[in-house]
């Protein structure tokens, strides 16, 4: 169940940890100096974590560079709402939040796309304005937020290619705006964007503090993962037990077998540690029970 303390990131991040924060908070040290994420993607861990100080990285520059706008225009909220109204309609998008909702002959002609179709000339145009120069976070925010799967996809060339999603910027986006605005404008977040390992030692993690790892999953699918391979997933935890040789806390998420497939290499090295099993995501529609994934949270204290 999710508790209703626990806030969703505007960014709606595909496996996000927002259904399992809960579970893996519950395992966290009471006193956090500095909470430590090399890997923080849409930020729903650190978003929902109390700590003194909050560093948190991405080697997604774009995933960063959203993080640092939405930081950013915390302090100047008026601003941030009216440049996204603005654009919403220069491009004449659809906006439930703000009642602006799609004609009713769309909902009725196309039941299950109408979203889509209604958007999608609209979401072209403000895609292909984006790819010319790319520096403007708000436009790839609407993006992402109007985008298929609400995904941060890029071809090979460095465009932004993600299609239109039969999803709308809707009063549920408002509210994750609005919940990431008041928590980070409190906290003393740092953010960077580099590979974990650069970063841990950037860091310099002590006893004081506590690194959570949700490191991209040998044996599931996103787009993501496509960066990590096996050699990643043993410097990833040779790394973790340097860390525990000089006494610093981690805890990390990871999946032992998801379907037909087994990651050996991640569970013959979490049985030198604690290994909580998480109640997953992956839950079978008909018995309610998540036979097909086994999820875990591994921690060193
Ligand atoms: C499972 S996701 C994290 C999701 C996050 N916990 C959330 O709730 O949104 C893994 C993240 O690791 C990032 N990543 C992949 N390879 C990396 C690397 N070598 N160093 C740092 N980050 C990396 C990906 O960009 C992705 O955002």
Known sequence: MINSNIIRSP???IGDKFKLISQIKQSFPKKINRFI????????????TDANEYLINDINSYMIQLHNMLIQ?????????????????????SATFLNKDIPTEYRQLYKKTYFAKYNKDSYTKLRADFNKDKSDMIRLYL???????????FNAKGDFNLPVGNVDFNSNVEKALHDYFNLVKNKNIHTYNMDFLDFLNL????TEDLVYLDPPYLITFSEYNKLWNNLDEIRMLKTLDKLDK?????????????????NAIFNEWAKNYNIKKIKS?????????EKDSYEVLVTNF
């Open 11 to 13: 960014f709606f991040y």
């Open 37 to 48: 994420e090399p890997f923080c993607g849409g930020g729903s861990v650190f978003l929902n």
């Open 73 to 93: 225009s915390s302090h100047d909220e008026k601003f941030f709402w009216d440049n996204i109204k603005r654009l919403i309609e220069e491009y004449g998008l």
């Open 143 to 153: 993006l992402l937020i109007y985008g298929f799967n609400r995904m941060l996809r």
């Open 203 to 206: 860091a310099n993690p002590t």
């Open 246 to 262: 000089i006494g610093v806390k981690f805890a990390i998420s990871n999946v032992i077998w998801h379907k037909n497939r087994y």
């Open 281 to 289: 995501n992956y839950i079978s529609y008909h018995d309610n029970t």
